[in-house]
Structure formats: C-alpha cells, structure tokens
C-alpha cells in the first residue's frame, strides 16, 4: 500500500513559523502600498500585473521557508526466509554399513522407503522394538484372516525391511541427505510445505559454505565444488545467508552427521541467531555406532631439517575395532629406503579408540624437499579405506643459522637460551653481555662485553651485522645501545631482511630508552607492567601470565609446538606461565600473534591492547616483540622439548626471511610453503618504503604453474595482490589450493619495470599435499553438537524420520515491512528556477514601462 504526504517542517517550530508568517505579512502589505503608488504611474493592468508577480515571490520564498518534505510510506508483506544447509565434507561419503537396525529403520522411513501416512504408526512401533533391541510385532491383532496369512505377511514385512537395510548399507550420507531433502516442487513433501509460507535458500557447507540452486544439488553431491573446502566440518559456515536478500530469517535447517572439524563454535552462532528470532533445527544424518576403521590421526613433523640433521616424524594412529590385532605402519621415501613398524594395537578401556605410534628417523642426506607417504595396510571389515595414507613433506637446507644474542647482564632468560642454541649444531652463535664479572685472571672476558660495529656512515652490507639472520636484544642499558647502533640495527630490518627479537626487561628494555629509532622498530606502544596475583603456594606451572595464540599465531610457522592445530593450542595452553610482562597496545601494522590468557575469549580489539607476541614486517625484515623474559620456564618437566624448539623454529624462520625470494624492491614468499588441499594458500609481497614512494600505487598479481612441466603462457591461476588494511606494505592474495601437487608462484609486476635487478623473475615453490584433518579420524555421527545448537536457539533436534514434523514446528508471521521515504522540495533546483523566473518577469515589465 502506497501513502503520500506533504509536511512543512518548519510548522513544527511554533515561534520559528509565526516569525515567517508575519514576515510575509509585512512583506504583502509593503508590497501592496507600493503597487496602489505605481497603478497612478501606469496604466492599471500593469500594476495589476507587478502586483501578482510580487506576491508569487513572496508566496514562492514563503513556501521555501515552511521547508515543505514530500513524504510517501509503502507497506510491505514479507515472508521470513528458511535456509535448509546440507553437509558436503567427507565424513559426509561414509557408507553406514555398521548402522543399527533403528538407525537404518528411522532413515528408511524418513526416505519413504518404508510406510506412508496410513501405516506410519505401525512402522514407528516396529522402530520402537528396534530401539528397545526386541523382536518387533510384525502383524496387528487385527490383521489376516488366519494364523497363515499371518505368518505370510510378517514374512513379507521382514523381507521388506531387509531388502531396503541393504540398498541403505550403499547409499553414503550425503546422498541420503539429498533424498531426504528431495525435490522442492513435490506437492506432498515436507520442503514443498515449508515453500509455501516461506522463502527456501540452499546452501552447502563442508569448511565453507556455498549457496546452491535446486536443480544442481544431485550434481554437488557427486561432485562437491571446490570452494567448499570438504575437508573439514565448520557448522557455522551452515548458519550463513546471503547478505543481499532482505526477508529475515525465520529458521536454519541443518542436515549433518555433527562432526565439527574447524574447531569454531556454532553453539554461540545459534544463541545468536536466537536473539534476531531465528531457530536452528538439526537433522541427524548416519549411525552413532562407532565403525570399524584405522585412521591415520596426526603427523608431527619438522617443516624444515638442515642437511644431515636428525628430524623424527611421530605418527599416531586411531585402530577402532581392532584391538589385539597387528599393523604394519609404513614409511616410504620418494626415491628413498622404506622403513616399517609392526605394532599391536593395545586394548582401550576408556571407550574411546585404541591409539597407536610410531616415531620414525627421516633421510635429511639430501637438499631440497624431500616427499614422504606414510601408511597401513587396508584390513577386512574397514569401513573407510581413503583415510590410511598420507603424504607429507621435510625442506632440507644446507645452512647454518647465524644468531646475535645480546644481553645486559646474565640472567635467567640468558643463560637458558644461551645454553640451548649453544647446542644446536645448525646454530652459529655468537654472544655480547656487557655486564659481568672480570676477576683479571683472563685477558678478557668470558665472552665480547661490546658490540664493535662501525658507524652509520659504513653500508649495512659492510658491517659485521650483516652476516646474522636472527639478532636477540635482552635487557641491555641505553648506554650500552646508543642511537647510533640502533640506527645501525634498523638498517639491518629494513635493508637485508634481517630480524630482531626484543625480549622486555624489568631494568632496561624498552622503559628507560628514549630512543625515536626504538619507537619506530618496537611493533607496541603504551607498554605498562603487569604482575601476577598467584600465592607461592600456587604449583609452578600454574603461576603467572599464560599465553593464548591468536588466530595469526595458529598459522604462524614459528610457534608450530604440537602436531596439529588442535595439539598446538593444548601445548601453549599447558606450558608454564610467566610471573611479570609487559602488556602493550599494538601499533598499526603489526600483528598479534599471543596475548594473555585470563581465561575468557577476546575480541580482535582487546587482543590489540594485551599482546605479548608481536610481530611487524618492517622494510625487508621483521621485528618481534616478546613482552616476557622468562621462556626458560617452559622447561619445566620437559627439558628442551618447547624451549629449545621456538626459539630454534625462530632462528630458522629468520633465515628462511632473510633469504626469500626477492630483490631490493620487495620480499615475495608464502605464510606456508606446505599447506593441504582445500587450504587456502596465502600469498606475501612486502614492498619497500622508497619504492612506495616512486610507486605509491604499485599492483601486482601471482602466476601458479605446475612445479615441472611448467608452460609461461599457460599459468594455471592467477590471483591479483592487494594491500592489506592492518599493513600498508604488505600486498596479499589467497588461492583455494585444489588438488595434491608441487607448484610454482611468480610474482608478475603490473604496469612499467621497477628497474636494475629488481626486474629478475622472482618466484616460490610449494608443496600441496592430500589433506590431514580430523574430518575421517573418527566419522561416527554424534547429535551433541547438535542438540546445543537447537537448544540455544529454541529449535529442536530432529532424526530422519522426524523430518515430516518440520512444517508444524515452523509456523508463518505476518511480516509487514513499512518502508518510508522522503524527497525535500523547498531546496529543490525548480523552485529556485520559478523564483528567478517571477523575479525576471517582475523586472522586465517594470522596466518596459519606464520605473525605477
């Protein structure tokens, strides 16, 4: 329905319109006694006419003062929206073979294999005697003639039922869940009852979601689309809708088997959702029994070995339903020996699968990227055999990594992390500490007491500096780390891509410093102490200040402390806290990569305002900042095991950034050289400040080709580079990496050629490997997450069976939408055009007519 209206505005102030109408008064009058002078002067219709001419100026100006608003209101009838989600990932291909007969019976009745809506409460009571585990009553009091036909009929219902339990041990979930969902113009299914009140949007999910039109499901299901990212679950990708359509959300219809892989949290989504009056309704899709299945659960494995270390890949294994029994775990080496475990799978009485492991000693002899499969043998009565392998690989670099630790006096921080890079054979280190103890009995000190580095005057690539990867500052004095030195450690960062560690100190760094070269390296600002609050009776390891990874230190290479993602938040969230930190606010550019952890989630601002793991690219290098100066504390129990690995992962890191693929212009490289399918690889272009200022607007793109067999011409994707809000300088892309593979990323520079070397090809290798998630590790179905879900947001959880109840549990409101809008008119472009008008006119017959 359409309403118009015209409101004056100005009539809303009382005094304001009174002002106006007497000023308009007098105006009339004024103009009035003047035209009664000129009618004596010319002839009457002349006056006359000067007359009206005024008093439409006077109306027109008078009109426009009122300030008149053309309103018009339209009524809108809106029905809500349903979004029906169905789970494409591949949990979603398992062929529940292992199904108990309630299970199969609910989904065959679900599916319309078995009854109809005459003899829907028979087969419910037979379901009844499945779920109880007794024999079901085939036959009603009531039915056959005789005690034969009797006898017959419950014959043909077992036959029946057998016969459908087979053609469901072949279907995988995913196609039953099509079926269930069916097609949307059928008159009498429950999606065509729903399609009635309300508008039905199609999605499919796997770690992503997808919108989908009916008549291409059948073909998503064979074939799910690669933006899908089936490898993982991520329910929440299934309670997301499409921003652009405007009817609200009545209500999510989710079909899933209820394994959640991504670790995100759709029980806070669906409380959510909730509270904007939209309820989520499960649907329960495959068998809760446990199959019979080995899966290859995790790998930890080193990313990256120097030549002829010793790096042990551990691999763990899940052997549900085979206990007692033998595998044999299988290493093979492309182009290498293969080495073999044969292990018995123990029993487990905690109900959860039996574990099995197996470390093995990997081949570093050779430089390059070595590639690996690890697998078992399939066995009889496997319910998968797509889960028993897996591909990984090691980068084996032939070089040390060259540190500088710095320090003011030997502290605790010191002496255990001098200790453990000391050990580390592909570590060269080398140590200035400028307090300590000289007794004279030596020449000099135990180890340099001053850094001999020239002045700023000297080029950074002359300067002993610039054999480091990694320099480590502690709490060093400001008078033994002048400007000029810092000056000289800046050029170090921006240009050679070196990489700085600045641990915080409770005498020194960075409190007493009033350095401007200081402030622009340090990634924090607003640095103030903190204390822990624990008792000396609190146990070690649970005193102070513990760490939680942000989402970019989850991906972060170098703080990778466990086997997965799941085991590397454990690890950091079990490792020792730390009594005393310097919490900062991070500046614009740097990333958070720790804050603390009190215990509850934070959001992205406060994590910006407790970080005390920062990083920022700054030039060609990068900067970190560790707001602590007690990581010798995650020693404890466990000796070298964290310690020495961050910090070694740390070296490392700095020198695969000093020597990544670039020129003086830019830095070009991957978040992750070795990533899985259906992972996005993530890529980096860090460009540096005076080429910014040559080029503020410089655009460049990645060319993908195959790793051998590459064609120039032929690239297989290219993803443009744009830059990222949080970080100016940095340039990234992402590709969606679909299949297994080694590829190549050039980095193609749009518009004229940046000049001299920087012209060079510049490009990275990395590695695609098949994926190694938790989405096959254990494909039993499981409703837990899935009743919270309906729970907290007032839906419910539904089996197959039950689907027939969904129009009645989702009743239709009248939704009407009043859209209102507005178009001013005293400032509108013709009123001022009739005014100059009445005013030209005015003046021309007044002048035609000889007055003044």
């Given amino acids: 329905m359409l309403q118009r209206r015209l409101v004056f505005q100005a009539l809303d102030a009382s005094w304001t319109s009174l002002a106006v109408l007497v000023l308009v008064v007098a105006a009339a009058v004024l103009v009035a006694l003047l035209s009664k002078y000129e009618r004596k002067l010319v002839p009457p219709h002349v006056g006359y006419g000067l007359l009206v001419l005024r008093l439409a100026v006077i109306a027109v100006i008078w009109l426009a003062l ?20 169905l789970d494409l990932s591949e949990s979603m291909t398992t062929s529940d073979r292992i199904a108990t007969k309630a299970e199969k019976l609910r989904t065959a009745i679900g599916l319309g294999m078995i009854g109809n809506e005459q003899n829907r409460d028979r087969w ?3 379901l009844a005697d499945f779920e109880a585990e007794r024999e079901p009553k085939w036959v009603d009091d009531d039915e056959g003639a005789n005690a034969e036909q009797r006898v017959t009929l419950a014959k043909t219902r077992k036959e029946l039922v057998n016969e459908t339990f087979q053609k469901l041990d072949k279907l995988p979930r995913a196609e039953i869940a099509q079926k269930l969902i069916g097609d949307k113009d059928k008159p009498d299914g429950w999606l065509a009852e729903l399609q009635k009140s309300f508008n039905v949007e199609l999605r499919v999910f796997g770690g992503k979601s997808v919108p989908r039109e009916w008549e291409t499901l059948a073909a998503a299901v064979q074939r799910p689309p690669d933006a ?15 921003s652009a359509e405007q009817s609200p959300i009545k209500a999510f219809v989710v079909l899933s088997d209820g394994r959640e892989t991504s670790g995100s949290d759709p029980v806070s989504v669906s409380r959510r959702w909730r509270d904007l009056n939209a309820a989520v309704y499960p649907v329960l899709i495959g068998s809760e029994r446990r199959p019979k299945d080995i899966v290859l659960d995790s790998l930890d494995v080193p990313p990256v070995a120097y030549l002829n270390d010793k790096p042990i890949a551990r691999v763990t294994l899940q052997a549900a339903g085979f206990e007692g029994e033998t595998l044999n775990v299988v290493l093979e080496q492309k182009d290498g020996e293969t080495q073999t475990r044969t292990l018995v799978v123990p029993k487990s009485d905690s109900g959860l699968p039996p574990v099995v492991m197996a470390e093995y000693l990997l081949d570093a002899t050779k430089i390059g990227r070595q590639r690996f499969t690890v697998r078992t043998d399939v066995l009889p009565g496997e319910t998968r055999d797509d889960n028993n392998s897996r591909d990984f690989s090691l980068l084996v670099v032939d070089d040390k990594a060259k540190v500088l630790l710095v320090e003011g006096e030997a502290r605790w921080e010191f002496r255990f992390l001098e200790a453990a890079l000391a050990r580390d054979e592909r570590i060269r280190l080398e140590r200035v500490l400028f307090q300590q103890p000289h007794l004279g009995v030596l020449p000099e000190t135990f ?3 001053r850094l001999d580095w020239p002045g700023p005057e000297t080029p950074i690539e002359q300067s002993p500096l610039a054999e480091f990867d990694l320099v480590v500052i502690g709490d060093v004095a400001p008078l033994d780390l002048p400007e000029p030195l810092l000056a000289q450690l800046e050029k170090f960062v921006s240009d050679i891509g070196g990489t700085v560690v600045f641990t915080a100190g409770k005498r020194h760094m960075p409190m007493q410093y009033r350095s401007p070269t200081l402030d622009k390296l340090l990634p924090v600002t607003k640095l103030r102490p903190a204390n822990s609050l624990d008792t000396p009776t609190t146990a070690p390891h649970l005193r102070g200040f513990h760490l939680r990874l942000t989402p970019d230190g989850e991906r972060d290479g170098g703080l990778q402390l466990g086997g997965d993602a799941e085991a590397n938040r454990a690890t ?4 020792p806290g730390h009594p005393w930190a310097l919490i900062g606010d991070l500046k614009p550019g740097a990333t958070v990569l720790a804050t603390a952890d009190d215990g509850q989630p934070l959001p992205p601002e406060m994590e910006r305002s407790r970080a005390l793991i920062v990083e920022q690219y700054y030039g060609l290098g990068q900067v970190f900042w560790l707001g602590f100066d007690s990581t010798w504390r995650w020693r404890h129990r466990v000796g070298d095991q964290h310690h020495h690995r961050f910090w070694g992962q740390m070296a490392r890191t700095a020198a695969q950034n000093k020597a990544s693929a670039g020129n003086e212009f830019v830095k070009f490289g991957l978040e992750s050289t070795d990533v899985q399918t259906g992972q996005d690889v993530v890529f980096r272009a860090r460009w540096t400040p005076p080429l910014l200022v040559r080029r503020p607007d410089v655009k460049a793109k990645v060319a993908i080709f195959p790793r051998h067999d590459a064609k120039l011409d032929q690239p297989l994707a290219t993803v443009d580079l744009t830059p ?20 190549r990323a050039v980095l193609k520079i749009d518009g004229p050629p940046l000049g001299g070397p920087g012209d060079k090809e510049i490009a990275a290798d990395f590695l695609v490997r098949g994926p190694l998630t938790k989405e096959l590790a254990d494909v039993t179905a499981s409703r837990t997450l899935l009743e919270q879900m309906a729970q907290v947001s007032r839906g419910k959880f539904l089996l197959p069976h039950q689907l027939i109840e969904l129009p009645k549990l989702i009743q239709p409101e009248d939704l009407a939408i009043r859209e209102t809008h507005e178009y001013t008119l005293w400032d509108h472009w013709l009123l001022l055009t009739v005014l100059c008008g009445l005013l030209t006119a005015e003046w021309i017959l007044r002048k035609w007519n000889g007055l003044p």
Wanted: overall charge positive; cysteine-free; charged content about 20%.
């Fill in 66 to 85: 009122l300030q008149p608003v053309l309103t018009w209101n339209i009524d809108r009838e809106r029905t809500g929206r349903i979004v029906v989600a």
């Fill in 124 to 126: 419910l009571r037979v």
């Fill in 228 to 242: 899908l990212a089936k490898s993982m679950t991520n329910l929440v990708s299934a309670l997301e809708t499409s």
């Fill in 447 to 449: 180890f340099p007491r």
């Fill in 572 to 575: 950091w969230k079990s490792l």
């Fill in 724 to 743: 990222d809000q949080a970080r100016p300088s940095v340039h990234q892309g992402r590709w969606l990496a679909p299949t297994a593979g080694e590829y």
